[in-house]
């Protein structure tokens, strides 16, 4: 079996390339997956028992509040990665992977306020759900204003490191805050140890805006990561001589 | 399709402003970021521009 020389690709100028071949194809498909969960969703999903029509704001809401939690962790992974083997793209990724969490957290409390005002009757409660969701928004703030106040960027990497490897503990506090107190918030939608609590169609579209969701981010963290590459690497030689900043040259 | 006529697709059985404040502000949002995102890069580029070109006039030692 042939090994993959992951080195190879943890170097800036192999994932600046990479990562501009990849990121438009992903970007289509994220685009086809929204379209295609919008459509089963909203035209082929039923209206819930209990609250009729109103329901579908989850096939939005479930979607971008995973996506706030699993971006926190993989912010936190290469912070592992960034502290321990010094890699270089590890902390270009973290920030790459910050501003879409920050939006899919503000994401989730927007749409779960929302659903909240006509099921619960209040936009907001201080739910352990709602508030550890909130700490989660307020992580993500304090991530990027770190990482962007601190000057030099491997110093800026490694404190920024700290921030999400420390503040990874409260995502198995959101995620569990359900069971662990009484909380308002229902309880989870899918799960991993029983069927799931809900019609397959509503299942599906679910999965789908999910899987979206998952796609969109992985280009535009490719996207943003090429421009911090530009931007560090700035007085590489490979940079100077990139097509884009060489108009009159072909490529 | 499972709904009666586009006016009851929009009405959401009362929750409209419930439903389409989540979806379009969703949407919007994550628009204005990949917007933002392009916009980032035109500026680094455009910033990298200047920087080779102020730069090569050095090398050049300030002759026209």
Known sequence: ?251 | MRWESWSAFWHMGGYAVYVWGSVGVSFALLGLEAWWARRERERTLAWLRAEQAAHAHDSLGGQP
């Not at chain 1, 998952?214 to 690497?233: G, K």
């Open chain 1, 1 to 251: 079996m042939r090994r993959i020389a992951w080195t190879h690709y943890a170097a800036p100028q192999t994932f600046y390339g990479l990562a501009g071949v990849c990121w438009k194809p992903l970007a289509l498909l994220a685009l086809a997956l929204a379209l295609a969960g919008m459509w089963v969703g909203f035209m082929v999903a039923p209206a819930d028992a209990q609250q009729g029509e109103g329901y579908r704001i989850i096939f939005v809401h479930v979607p971008v509040s995973w996506m706030s939690m699993i971006i926190y962790l993989a912010m936190a992974f290469w912070g592992v990665v960034c502290l321990v083997f010094r890699a270089r793209m590890a902390g270009m990724l973290s920030q790459a992977l910050a501003p879409t969490g920050a939006l899919f957290a503000f994401l989730s409390l927007w749409t779960g306020a929302l659903w909240g005002k006509p099921m619960w009757g209040a936009w907001w409660v201080w739910d352990a759900r709602l508030t550890s969701e909130l700490i989660l928004f307020f992580l993500y703030i304090g991530f990027i204003a770190l990482t962007s106040a601190i000057q030099d960027p491997r110093r800026a990497d490694r404190a920024g490191a700290l921030v999400a490897i420390v503040g990874a503990v409260n995502v198995p506090i959101i995620y569990f805050s359900v069971k662990w107190w009484n909380t308002l918030h229902q309880g989870a939608s899918v799960s991993l140890t029983r069927s799931p609590s809900m019609a397959q169609t509503m299942l599906w579209g679910m999965l789908l805006m999910a899987l979206a969701c998952w796609v969109y981010t992985v280009a535009i963290v490719l996207y943003r990561t090429r421009s911090l590459i530009l931007q560090r690497e700035r007085h590489a030689d490979w940079v100077a001589q990139l097509p884009e900043l060489n108009p009159g040259l072909r490529p």
